[in-house]
């Protein structure tokens, strides 16, 4: 245990406290299989799981950092790279790949300039590709911060998108 909490602080990127891991790691320390918790509750606080977390994380776990690093990366859950505002999941799943989510995943392309994995440049937007969202029976569906969209057509998934951008310009400003 770091005495000196300023020293988590300054991690060399902005915005990061690793204060906030404090009282996560405090509940969990010594704890057989607790990683996977760690790494999602640390998750929640930074949207993602930069090096200086896992390396932080794996240190006062007592843990090797690749350990760590391997659990971070072997389960899809976790997210290595910040992501935007609206992360869209586009089901690629039987049922959705059927009914056009090929044809889908190309207008959602164009629509934010963007391929699966990408995030828009003005960081409101990640699009990705995941194997089913279990909802078949509204394919071709799509999720966007955990709420469904389907069926889907072409224009219906434009309009969405649209309307998310219309909805962000009202809020703050010119996006």
């Known amino acids: 245990m770091v005495e000196d909490k300023s020293l988590l602080v300054r991690t060399g990127e902005p915005g990061l406290d690793l ?10 320390r010594g704890q057989l299989g607790s990683l996977i918790p760690v790494l999602q509750e640390a998750q929640e606080i930074y949207g993602y799981l930069p090096p200086v977390v896992l390396r932080h994380i794996a ?5 090797k950092p690749a350990r760590v690093y391997g659990v971070a990366t072997f389960y899809t859950q976790f997210r290595l790279t910040p992501v935007g505002k ?11 790949h059927v009914n056009g989510s090929e044809r889908l995943e190309i207008v959602l392309e164009e629509e934010l300039r963007i391929k699966p994995g990408e995030t828009t440049e003005d960081q409101l937007f990640t699009l990705t590709n995941v194997a089913c969202l279990g909802c078949c029976s509204l394919a071709p569906a799509m999720m966007i ?3 469904v969209y389907g069926p889907l057509s072409l224009e219906k998934a ?14 703050g400003g010119e996006i």
């Open 19 to 28: 204060v906030q891991l404090e009282p996560i790691l405090h509940r969990y």
């Open 59 to 63: 240190r006062e776990l007592g843990l």
């Open 86 to 96: 609206y992360v869209i999941q586009l089901c690629q799943g039987t049922a959705c």
């Open 145 to 147: 911060n955990g709420e």
């Open 158 to 171: 434009r309009n969405i998108i649209r309307d998310i951008y219309a909805s962000e310009r009202q809020e």
